[in-house]
């Protein structure tokens, strides 16, 4: 029983343990009863679906030229066609996917490495601390959106780069939230006691202290979510984007907002709208989230 | 700060310096003789050892020179400067428009606190400022300048524009960055005066008798704008990353556009200044909020100085 430190049943663990499932338990029926939560909820279905069967749902493919050119909206197509006649109804619902696929990874991916290097942060301190606390302090110094788009121009716009790029830029700010939770935890009775039972210091670091900061750890995840979808759209309308035949939204509003003026206003219009639609729905999600989290 | 800066300049050179390609084929053109390249690689120094390049660029950055740019050989510096007064016009107009506005607003939430004005100036808050920029903007254009006229949808205003015009022109962008700041202050003045309404120093200014108005502009606002002004320093980091989709949508010739045409031209010179410019920008930005925030706030400047 000696060496395997992490099967002692330390009496007073038990309903600590249990405690926590409760408390998270009574978090998620609060948060499910949130308005906001079941609002943004829903649309964001709407959309993973549309990203699931787009083939399915949409009423012409969206590579399919064989429509009219530049027509207004109307009851064959309800967002109207765009210059080379393609549906642009069609092209909305097949957008889902681009950035469905990219911008959770890149949340999850982004929230992964803040944890582990404000853990590491956190928890170590000394130099290691102090040398990262200040590469930390100038990443934010700097605007996500340009860095990420230098990054992109010199390392090609695939998916996983974009991927990789805003994950990288959202580390830091996710480590440093991470950080101060866990500089808060280590001076606890739980860590001393861990420490002198002999427990290693990655036990600590991801057994006992990480269960105890997964509050704001979610709550980030969450907030990291509605950045990565403002920021994957923002970077693809830059011109980092899947290339031009993609029916990717940020791609499309970046092809069509130079004929708004020529009065095409609904080629930009209507995947600009379903960018707006995703952004706020993830982050009633998150509003949602952070509110049940912060009050218990 | 110092350290910041000589990071900053560290990043800003990583990243650019990976920029693929020969600086001197990329301007000069693909039919331009091999030895015309050569030369112009070395005149600009990219044919030098990257060490040699990054300690010539730490130095450009501590001394404010940035060199001239590949793409037009002009001083990065003028570009640069000239591209941040037009960038600095239109951000100061989107400040002037959204700050009034958001603080009012977060306070009369603040007051109406869980009834149905505070939800809908939180909802439309947290709606506002989660919508990227370019896509405010380009809704803006599509109603504002095609459907009703109003407006103007190109935003660069004639050379010898007063300013009665230049602001007809710039109107619809400030607009649309505005929007993207409103949710920010306004959720952050919310939540400053609530828990100032609900301070102790509060309730003793009620019950000495002072007038509402008294407690509010005295003793609540003064104690409940600090993180106000915390957020409003960061949104001026942050406006250009807004600014450059702005300004794209609206073909304006700002601090955006200037990066982003240089992005696009591997002109390495303009993005270093461009990039270290709007970093200190940010960071002095952070230091007068801390500035403001203790002149307003004894007990920061007292516990300071102590």
Known sequence: MTDHPSSIVVPGQMPDVSERKQARRENWRLIRRRPAFLIGMAILLVWVVCALFPLTIAPHHPLDFRTGLNQSPSWDHPFGTDQTGRDVFSRVIAGARDILRIAPAAAVLGVLFGVILGMLMGYIRGWFDIIASRIVESFLALPVVLVGLLAVTTMGNSAWVVIGVVAALFTPIVARTVRAAVLAERELDYVTSAKLRGESTMFIMFREILPNVMGPIVVELTVRLGYAVFTVATLSFLGAGPPPPSPDWGSQVSDNYSSIVSGFWWRTFFPAGAIASLVISVNMIADSVQSVMEAS | ML?????????????????????????????????????????????????????????????????????????????????????????????????????????????????????????????????????????????????????????????????????????????????????????????????????????????????????????????????????????????????????????????????????????????????????????????????????????????ATK
């Not at chain 2, 070395?42 to 590949?70: H, V």
């Not at chain 2, 606190?113 to 400022?129: C, E, F, M, P, Y």
């Not at chain 2, 306004?186 to 102790?200: E, N, S």
């Open chain 2, 3 to 303: 350290v910041t800066l000589w990071l900053l300049a560290t990043i800003v050179f990583l990243l650019v310096s990976v920029l693929p390609g020969n600086v001197g084929r990329k301007v000069l053109g693909p039919f331009a003789p091999e030895a015309e390249v050569q030369r112009y690689n070395q005149a600009i120094g990219t044919d030098r050892p990257l060490l040699q390049q990054y300690f010539t660029s730490i130095r450009r950055a501590f001394t404010l020179d940035f060199g001239k740019s590949y793409g037009t050989r002009e001083d990065v510096r003028d570009m640069v400067l000239d591209a941040l007064g037009r960038s600095g016009k239109l951000a100061l107009l989107a400040f002037v428009l959204t700050i009034p506005i958001s603080i009012v607003a977060g306070i009369i939430a603040a007051r109406r606190q869980d009834k149905i004005t505070d939800r809908v100036i939180v909802n439309a808050g947290l709606a506002s400022s989660s919508i990227p920029e370019f896509v405010t903007a380009s809704v803006l254009l599509s109603i504002f300048a095609v459907q009703l006229g109003w407006g103007k949808a190109f935003a660069n205003p004639p050379d010898n524009a007063g300013p009665i015009e230049q602001l007809q022109y710039l109107v619809l962008p400030a607009t649309a960055m505005a929007i993207a700041y409103f949710g920010y202050i306004a959720r952050m003045t919310r939540a400053g005066v609530i828990t100032a309404l609900h301070a102790d120093y509060t309730r003793t200014a009620t019950m000495k008798g002072l007038s509402k108005r008294q407690v509010m502009v005295r003793h609540v606002l003064r104690n409940a704008l600090a993180p106000t002004i915390t957020v409003i320093s960061v949104q001026i980091g942050y406006l250009f990353g807004g600014i450059i989709g702005v300004e794209k949508v609206f073909n304006y010739a700002g601090l955006g556009s200037l990066m982003l045409g240089a992005v696009g031209a591997h002109d390495v010179p303009v993005l270093q200044g461009a990039v270290m410019l709007v970093g200190m920008i940010y960071m002095v930005s952070t230091l007068l909020a801390d500035l403001l925030i203790a002149y307003l706030n004894p007990r920061i400047r007292l516990g």
